[in-house]
């Protein structure tokens, strides 16, 4: 009979009720919304998410799951606010789109289980559409810039690859490069950066590292560009090369909280089975080999 047990239960969770401090246009059709949220803003790590809906309305009724972007402290520089990056694409983030600063809204985290923080040379993350939100946390802890309750400094290096269809889709680069991450910008159109998809810059920017290197590469976008990068690292690996490979799943989510089963991947077993994992509580953050795309 198979388990159903995950080492990230919701356990930890608050549901907060709160508005929005800011919520403005950082790219095409892309928004940064901030919310004062004290309990999460002091106990998330990269990779974790909130869900979050629309208090005083009816639809959509349910939450939507968005990574945490940003923390950031109040004027006495205790962890109190939480920034969210997302884009305008179906119900509910059309309708926050369009609701100003004031706004009523629902929250509930930290969710998930977030990125492992193992030590390595260099960490790349490799990212495209919206995949990015995950990241400036992951990087700034990396670099020892920002700490989370747990060991930062882990990486010697941090940069971004970031795909995107085309340069105005691009949301928060300057802020990577204000974390200090190097950033390697593609898009569809060749509007920014190399016109160039991201697992082959990918690939690219692996074969010239040094051999004896560890390095991380954690992803987050589109399901076939994280099976692609998946690849990229799997084939550099069996050449005998120290990459380890995490993505972070996208699936569509109901409750965020383990109990709907909405949000359900094909996880490979320590039997070489697989079986479907709830990405919200299992997840979002899986080794890549584990994945079944
Ligand atoms: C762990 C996690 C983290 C995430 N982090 C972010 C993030 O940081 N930023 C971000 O922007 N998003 C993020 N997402 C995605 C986010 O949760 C939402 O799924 C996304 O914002 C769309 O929500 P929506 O209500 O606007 O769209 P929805 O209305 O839910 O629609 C989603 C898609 O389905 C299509 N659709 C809707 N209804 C139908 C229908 N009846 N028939 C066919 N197609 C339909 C829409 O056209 C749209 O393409 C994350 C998801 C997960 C699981
Ligand atoms: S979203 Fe409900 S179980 Fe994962």
């Known amino acids: 009979m198979s388990s159903l047990h995950a080492d990230y239960y919701a356990d930890g969770l608050v549901q907060h009720e709160t508005e929005l401090v800011v919520n403005e246009a950082v790219a095409e059709s892309t928004y940064r919304l901030r919310v004062a949220c004290p309990a999460i803003a002091q106990s998330c790590v990269p990779g974790q998410f909130v869900m979050i809906r629309l208090a005083d309305v009816n639809a959509p009724l349910i939450g939507r799951a968005f990574a945490v972007w940003d923390v950031l402290p109040d004027d006495q520089g205790t962890p109190t606010y939480i920034d969210l990056i997302y884009l305008k694409k179906g119900t509910f983030t059309t309708a926050c789109a369009e609701s100003p600063a004031g706004t009523r809204v629902s ?6 289980n977030g990125f492992a923080n193992r030590s390595c040379d260099h960490l790349i993350m490799a990212v495209g559409g919206i995949g990015q939100t995950p990241m400036l946390l992951l990087g700034r802890e990396a670099l020892g810039k920002q700490s989370f309750g747990r060991e930062s400094g882990w990486a010697g290096h941090a940069e971004v690859i970031y795909g995107a269809r085309r340069s105005l889709l691009h949301a928060g680069v300057e802020a990577f490069r204000q974390a200090g991450f190097d950033v390697t910008l593609c898009t569809d159109d060749g509007s920014a950066g190399t016109r160039a998809l991201v697992p082959d810059v990918l690939a690219e920017r692996l ?30 690996r069996l050449e005998g090369r120290q990459i380890d490979c995490q993505v972070s799943m996208e699936t569509p989510m109901a409750c965020g909280i383990g109990i709907c089963f909405s949000c359900v991947a094909k996880v490979k077993q320590d039997d070489g089975e697989w079986d479907y994992k709830r990405t919200c509580v299992e997840g979002p953050i899986f080794d890549a080999e584990k994945i079944v795309w």
């Open 207 to 236: 074969r010239s590292l040094e051999a004896d290197k560890s390095v991380r590469v954690v992803t987050c976008g589109p399901e076939i560009m994280m099976e692609k990068v998946a690849e990229v690292c799997e084939t550099l």
């Open 107 to 112: 929250l509930w985290g930290p969710l998930g």
